[in-house]
């Protein structure tokens, strides 16, 4: 007779408090960061959107980091980089 282990898909959901920082009032001299999920075409809108952010709003550098793909986390590696390189970080996709 054959043993059938049976997991159960639901999870615990634990109480997780997160404050979120200020943004900042101004974006002269910070550095912006993007998170591509990999989408058609948002390579091309954070290219225009970077230029725009250092040519209008005195952004000092931009810097764009693309995940694998839209269903995967970004690799912890990636989050460590923009936290500490980045004033303010923008997530998106694009079709």
């Not at 959901?13 to 998170?35: K, M, N, S």
């Amino acid at each position: 007779m054959a043993r059938v282990t049976v997991l159960s898909p639901i999870g615990v959901v634990g109480a997780a408090h997160v404050t979120a920082p200020v943004l900042p009032a101004e974006l002269t001299g910070r550095t912006v960061g993007f998170v591509d999920n990999h989408k058609s075409n948002f390579d091309r809108l954070v290219s225009d959107m970077g230029e725009l952010l250092i040519s209008r709003h005195g952004v000092t550098r931009v810097l764009h980091r693309t995940k694998a793909n839209a269903s995967t986390p970004a690799p912890p590696e990636m989050l460590a980089e923009l936290a500490k390189e980045c004033d303010l970080v923008l997530a998106g996709s694009a079709d």
